[in-house]
């Protein structure tokens, strides 16, 4: 998933707000009818470094954010950096662990995995591990087990979630992208191929339990889940949301989404799924049903904000994204270059309902 620059930059969409009605079902608590999305803060934060995933702790008060050598720590009431998780090189993703009271990075570059204090946020220890360049991270509380998914060896490595010895590896058909945990014993991981596929992890006999493809959903990267209704929503190249059945692998629909996506979020308490899209854009749409979608909005956020965190409880999305600058030359290494972030201005955004 890394990235601290969107794969695709596309305009801003601005598109037209669409009001959704009040929709109750099987116990889930619609939107209002009058709730609309919009940038709530911003807080620039500066200092050096790309980005990728964010994740928030269990009470929403800390977000912890990838800068490529570090992790910031991010006070989510005042908006300020609380503490850095230093020396993660290349960091992806960071896994928390509220029931051990640690946390866990990914380190694309170091080929490795830090294990911190979540209380104090010291490193208590650094592990190597077989597989290269570690992506998403992944912690599954059952087996107390740290799961990486591995991009350039194209395997996923299971560790022990308090001594960090290596468990199992397990090849993937492809590079693996996000995760998620179905909490019964099932661990659901994206294959993002210009085919697309998601593999089906048994996260107690740690093996490969299916692969099903992703019709119409190419190099899928960011994925949620519903597990109350078992759907899953992988995010596609071309403006592509998939909607599967977490069951029996059935595509339910696909979605038309913003340019550039490289995650997604699922919050059940309000019935409404999100995609955060590169091109400045988070897309949101209403769960009317299991298998009915309805687009709710196109929330106009920033260029390059396309990795995001989730609060459930207040209902905020968390996405990051700095100015960004003309690409540099192409070149026979870079025929493609990404545009690059003007120094210090690295910002978080929150967006919520007004």
């Known amino acids: 998933m890394l990235s601290s620059l969107p794969k695709h930059i596309g305009q801003s969409a601005g598109m037209a707000l669409i009001a959704v009605g009040c929709f109750v079902y099987s116990g889930v608590q619609s939107a209002p009818a009058d709730a609309s999305f919009s940038v709530v803060q911003r807080w620039k934060l500066g200092g050096a470094g790309g980005w990728d995933y964010l994740t928030l702790d269990a009470a929403g008060d800390r977000l912890f954010v990838s800068r490529g050598t570090r992790v910031d720590v991010v006070d989510t009431q005042s908006g300020k950096i609380v503490g850095t998780i230093a020396n993660t090189n290349g960091v992806h993703g960071i896994a928390l662990a509220e029931d051990l009271r640690r946390g866990y990075t990914s380190n694309g570059r170091a080929d490795s995995v830090t294990m911190f204090d979540l209380g104090t946020l010291k490193t208590i220890k650094e592990a190597q591990i077989p597989g290269h360049n570690p992506d998403a991270i992944l912690y599954e509380p059952s087996g107390k087990h740290v799961w990486t998914f591995n991009g350039r060896s194209k395997d996923v490595t299971v560790l022990d979630a308090e001594s960090l010895a290596v468990v199992r590896t397990l090849a993937v058909p492809d590079k693996p992208e996000f995760a998620v945990d179905d909490g019964e014993g099932r661990i659901f ?147 493609h270059p990404r545009p690059m972030p003007t120094p210090e201005t690295f910002t978080v955004l929150a967006v919520g309902p007004r």
Not at 195 to 222: E, F, H, N, Y
Not at 235 to 251: E, F, L
Not at 314 to 320: F, R
Request: hydrophobic content about 35%; glycine content about 8%.
């Open 189 to 335: 991981v994206n294959i993002e191929s210009e085919a697309g596929q998601l593999v089906v992890l048994d996260s107690k006999q740690l093996t490969i339990r299916a692969t099903w493809m992703l019709p119409g959903c190419a190099s899928p990267s960011g994925l949620a889940i519903d597990k109350a209704h078992h759907r899953l929503f992988s995010v596609c190249d071309k403006k592509v949301m998939a909607v599967t059945d977490a069951v029996s692998g059935r595509q339910i629909a696909k979605l038309t989404i913003g340019e550039g996506p490289d995650a997604a979020a699922y919050d059940a308490k309000r019935g409404l799924v999100f995609s955060s899209n590169g091109e400045g854009t988070l897309s949101i749409f209403h769960q009317e049903t299991p298998d009915r979608y309805q687009i709710a909005q196109s929330v106009t956020t920033q260029r390059g904000a396309r990795t995001m965190a989730l609060d459930s409880s207040s209902g905020k999305v968390y996405l990051v994204s700095a100015d960004l600058d003309a690409p540099p030359a192409p070149t026979p290494e870079q025929p």
